[in-house]
């Protein structure tokens, strides 16, 4: 979590607290968690993400608050002189059961799971050397819809029920679509009413798949796939609509583009929408034009820039000083930068003469 | 099907709000003549409501009364909880099975019965029961299914009462000697449906008293003298909750909890069925002392006629000025609604409670922040049990000392003890606070029904500890209980003699955590299954050594990380129970063990699945 999305200690309202014997200082209003993450304290965690509203549920971060209680950092506020521990030997034995009871529950095999190398589940099974627990207790089976939808890939036998998901969708991009139902164990997702993910009200913005923990909800491909670890990662600017959203961008070993998360820092705060998401297929599609053509008697020929340059250069002169400049118009796309497009029009008004612009704001 | 104008109509006549939903949909469910809420029902009213779909499927998943599949004309819900299990549930549905044809989950051919296991009804007293639609029957046997089902063959369904005579609740009140009847005083006497007669009873009198001769604070002050502590379980004391509340001019909510879904416990629907008002005036006064100008009752959605009966005392106590403006000519303004459940025991969790009222799953909340600051709407509630409420008229009319004239120094007051099991004697006894468990058997329940032996006791309901013969003399007190390693409780007291097998019980019980865990948190939720699963193994004489104790740190995990108390309850029945019959436990690990018992239970409540 970005530190700044806390904020500076506000004048005359800080507490100081000490965590794991080491003195910190938060603002009033804060939970522990919050007030660790500020001062790089690790303390393990599911169900939260600083984007959406506390859960408390999965139990993960719970603390020991002042030697004899259990709270969960994350819905906890500090207190004065409140005093925190964050691991100890019992801590470690709750949170490696709490992990092993998630592992018994859902279908965890990482080897054919697109979390695999990026699960935050997986990463805590590491830290605390949990397995799967003797008891063969039989585990769920749930809704698995790999195909109905462009965006979503559904296998709800990964889920840990942590609900960023249902937040995401009813908080962020506030559509509404996911949805806990059933009750105790036999709890699980909805899309509206029981409705296949492709055919529910889902607008594909894909915030449920980016906050999911584990692999329960996944991006389908947009051009390539590739192991998580192999992945490379690029941040850019959405090259779709004024707002002008972060994203980071990952390739794979081939060098295809495999997936598009929304990056915290950005104007977007982490979000994308659907053009955002997953409207980069052309940049590695055959189709896109990569190289100039110049047309000779109806058919394309391939041309060097410099030709094909020169060879524009000359005829908007000759239309110029033939037609005068308002003959000759400018339409540049929306996938260009800001940047691109102040130059093209200043490059119309000032050396073409011409009013004469428009851009194809409406992708 | 549903067409979208009765849809629109039930939703014009309920109210738009989000908060209106259970009652929408209960109206729906009635009208449909096979109790389904389908699909496309579903659709009409999430449109017509103008909530989003997946709300209303998280809604009605969350709530067991529902089915958005066809059930039948009637559906028959046979209670599996601990006390009808002791009473023999299993034949109910053997009976069933033989008459009807079907088992859990099915339905006759001709469309009229729809077969469902459900956890306790609150009419224990009469175990084993079951309710049809929304009438409850007790008492059954074999015989008497076979008449109840040519009854209902004959009938037409109605919206109204046709629940058998004993469970109305003065009948189930235990007439013995010795009682110390306060809260039961005036049930058989007075008129539940007439407030006339509640007036000639002291009625009302505690409210006028307060309001001419009490200021706010004082009424608080007398509570808390009295040292009344909450009924519904966990024993707060009452008035040091309501001083929680915080002054000021915001709205703030009087809760009134009469979920009761706590198996072996009925106190608060025999209160609610034969003395609303008193409910009422504790509310009013609870209202006065905090604030607060509207109250609510969440009653559980099976208790019709407890809830038909608050219905029509709160429209006379209107009509009468003493709820609504200007209470019996003060200026004081105080007014009370009644809030239905689904079927869902997680929300007598007073946050859960809370979200099941503005129309939302039954998910507890995480604390802070506490009802007192934030519940209800996001105001301060404050959340109280049935019979805390029924107690305050009395404590301001009689004074805090004549409260605490009985009881224990602690726990001051009387107890509602609902008793059932294998007694002579099952019903309701007003009791001292601190009476021992061998009085209440011996003296009220009569002694073992049939001369059997005592073999263990539940108090408290199902998250209630287990008492053996060793414990008989325990004073049954809020802290006393606690001290020995057990609870009191709701006051819920399930009475076992030597054919019970222990092993079979907890597995009861155990089943019983696993279908009303909300499913929110990862402790209960997995912990509530595997449990679940371990103890069935056990039954079915299938455990792998090391089974048992993987039971207590299972529990002990819950116990330790869970988010609501709900999650933090199997530990105690399940150690009180390994610690008394280990033995038993032990000789169930093996393959070749005899257990009728759990033979029966495995075969009757298991083989389908
Ligand atoms: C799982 C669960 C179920 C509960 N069910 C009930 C109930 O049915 N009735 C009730 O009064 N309290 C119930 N409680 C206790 C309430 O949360 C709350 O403590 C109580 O209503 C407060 O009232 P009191 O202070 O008057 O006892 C339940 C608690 C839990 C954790
Ligand atoms: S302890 Fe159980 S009932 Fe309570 S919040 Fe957790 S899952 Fe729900």
């Known amino acids: 979590m970005p530190k700044d999305a806390i904020g500076p200690i506000v004048q005359g309202q800080g507490i100081s607290l000490t965590i794991d014997g080491q003195a910190v200082m938060g603002n009033k209003g804060q939970t522990i968690l919050e007030a660790a993450l500020a001062h790089d304290i690790d303390i393990p965690y599911l169900c939260y993400n600083p984007r959406i509203s506390k859960t408390g549920a999965c139990r993960i971060c719970l603390v020991r608050v002042n030697e004899t209680m259990f709270k969960t950092a994350c819905t906890e506020p500090?207190?004065?002189?409140?005093?925190?521990?964050?691991?100890?030997?019992?801590?470690?034995?709750?949170?490696?059961?709490?992990?092993?009871?998630?592992l018994a529950e859902g279908d965890h095999n990482c080897l054919y799971c697109d979390a695999n190398g990026a699960c935050e589940l997986q990463n805590l099974v590491m830290r605390y050397d949990a397995a799967m627990p003797s008891g063969d207790f039989p585990r769920r089976h749930r809704t698995i819809d790999e195909a109905s939808s462009k965006g979503l890939k559904r296998n709800e036998d990964r889920c840990v029920l942590c609900g960023r998901c249902v937040k995401a969708c009813a908080e962020v991009q506030l559509n509404n679509v996911w949805q806990f139902t059933g009750r105790g164990g036999n709890t699980h997702l909805t899309s509206d009413l029981d409705a296949k993910i492709g055919d529910s009200t889902c607008v594909n913005c894909g915030t449920c798949a980016q906050l999911c923990p584990t692999g329960?909800?996944?991006?389908?491909?947009?051009?390539?796939?590739?192991?998580?670890?192999?992945?490379?990662?690029?941040s850019s600017i959405c090259i779709y609509c004024g707002v002008g959203c972060k994203i980071d961008f990952f390739k794979n070993k081939g060098g295809q583009l495999v997936r598009a998360l929304g990056h915290p820092d950005g104007p977007n705060?982490?979000?994308?929408?659907?053009?955002g998401r997953f409207g980069f297929d052309f940049i590695q599609k055959p189709a896109r034009l990569s190289k100039p053509l110049i047309r000779e008697n109806g058919a394309f020929k391939e041309a060097t820039w410099d030709e094909a340059l020169d060879f524009v250069a000359a005829r908007l002169k000759e239309i110029k000083a033939q037609h005068g400049p308002d003959a000759v118009a400018a339409l540049t796309s929306a996938k260009c930068t800001n940047e691109d497009n102040y130059l093209m029009q200043k490059f119309m008004r000032a050396m073409v003469g011409t009013n004469n612009v428009d851009h194809c704001a409406r992708l | 099907m549903m067409n979208r104008e009765t849809v629109s109509r039930i939703v014009a006549a309920r109210g738009t709000g989000r908060e209106n939903l259970m009652m929408v949909l209960r109206d729906l469910e009635t009208l449909s003549g096979n109790n389904q809420l389908s699909p496309e029902t579903l659709e009409h009213v999430a449109e017509e409501m103008n909530l989003p779909a997946s709300a209303i499927s998280g809604f009605v998943g969350f709530y067991t009364m529902f089915s958005t599949r066809p059930r039948a004309r009637y559906v028959l819900r046979v209670c599996k909880s601990g006390p009808c299990h002791v009473m023999g549930s299993g034949t109910i549905?053997?009976?069933?099975?033989?008459?009807?044809?079907?088992r859990p989950g099915q339905a006759t051919a001709d469309g009229l019965f729809f077969l469902e296991k459900c956890e306790c009804l609150g009419v224990c007293s009469v175990a084993p029961a079951m309710m049809v639609n929304y009438d409850l029957h007790g008492n059954l046997t074999?015989?008497?299914?076979?008449?109840?089902i040519a009854a209902y063959r004959a009938k037409t369904p109605t919206a109204a009462e046709q629940s058998g005579p004993e469970v109305e609740g003065r009948a189930c009140v235990i007439r013995s000697e010795g009682q110390t009847k306060r809260l039961l005083e005036t049930v058989g006497r007075v008129d539940p449906s007439s407030i006339d007669s509640f007036l000639q009873h002291k009625g009302y009198a505690a409210v006028r008293k307060a309001l001419a001769e009490y200021t706010p604070e004082q009424v608080l002050q007398i509570v808390k003298d009295s040292g009344l502590r909450g009924r519904g379980g966990a024993g707060f004391p009452a008035g040091l909750k309501w001083s929680f509340i915080p002054k000021g001019d915001m709205p703030k909510y009087v809760i009134c909890n009469a979920d009761e879904g706590e198996p072996g416990t009925f106190k608060d629907r025999i209160l609610m069925e034969e003395n609303p008002h008193l409910v009422l005036e504790g509310m009013l006064l609870c209202g006065y002392a905090i604030g607060a100008a509207t109250g609510y009752i969440y009653v559980r959605g099976e208790f019709r006629r407890a809830i038909d009966r608050l219905q029509g005392a709160i429209a006379q106590a209107r009509a009468k000025g003493l709820l609504g403006q200007g209470i019996a000519g003060s200026a004081f303004h105080f007014d009370i609604f009644v809030k239905e459940g689904g079927g869902a025991y997680v929300c007598g969790e007073e946050s859960s409670l809370i979200n099941s009222m503005e129309g939302l799953r039954g998910y507890p909340r995480f604390r802070p922040p506490f009802p007192a600051g934030s519940g209800f709407r996001?105001?301060?509630t404050t959340v109280n049990n049935v019979e805390t409420f029924a107690s305050t008229p009395l404590i301001v009319l009689n004074g805090a000392d004549w409260y605490k004239s009985v009881g224990t120094a602690k726990c001051p007051g009387t107890k509602l003890f609902c008793l059932s099991g294998r007694l002579n004697r099952t019903g309701l006894a007003e009791l001292p606070m601190g009476t021992t468990l061998?009085?209440?058997?011996?003296?009220?329940?009569?002694?073992?029904?049939?001369?059997?032996?005592?073999?263990?006791?539940?108090?408290g309901g199902s998250a209630g500890g287990i008492l053996a013969a060793d414990l008989l003399d325990l004073p049954l007190d809020i802290d006393q209980?606690?001290?020995?390693?057990?609870?009191?409780g709701s006051g819920a007291v399930l009475v076992c003699g030597e054919e019970t097998c222990p092993v079979d019980f907890l597995l009861n019980i155990l089943s019983f955590f696993d279908h009303e865990s909300c499913g929110q948190c990862t402790p209960c939720r997995v912990g509530s299954a595997q449990l679940h699963h371990l103890a069935r193994k056990l039954a079915g004489r299938k455990a792998a050594p090391g089974d048992i104790d993987r039971m207590v740190e299972k529990a002990l995990l819950m116990k330790k990380a869970s988010l609501c108390a709900m999650g933090q309850s199997p530990i105690l029945p399940v150690t009180t129970m390994v610690r008394n019959f280990r033995q038993e436990f032990e000789r169930h690990g093996h393959p070749d063990h005899n257990c009728p018992a759990c033979d029966r239970t495995l075969q009757r409540l298991y083989r389908a699945e």
Not at chain 1, 78 to 85: E, G, K, L, N, T
Not at chain 2, 142 to 148: G, V
């Open chain 1, 78 to 102: 500090i207190a004065p002189d409140m005093r925190v521990v964050t691991e100890d030997p019992e801590l470690t034995e709750i949170r490696k059961g709490i992990l092993e009871m998630l």
């Open chain 1, 216 to 234: 329960a909800i996944t991006l389908q491909p947009v051009l390539g796939r590739g192991a998580n670890w192999d992945l490379k990662k690029e």
């Open chain 1, 269 to 275: 705060q982490g979000h994308l929408c659907v053009k």
């Open chain 2, 93 to 102: 549905f053997g009976a069933l099975e033989k008459y009807l044809g079907i």
């Open chain 2, 142 to 148: 074999e015989a008497k299914i076979k008449d109840l």
């Open chain 2, 378 to 380: 996001n105001s301060p």
């Open chain 2, 438 to 459: 061998r009085e209440v058997i011996e003296t009220h329940g009569g002694g073992m029904k049939d001369g059997g032996k005592f073999k263990f006791a539940q108090v």
């Open chain 2, 481 to 488: 209980t606690l001290q020995a390693g057990v609870t009191l």
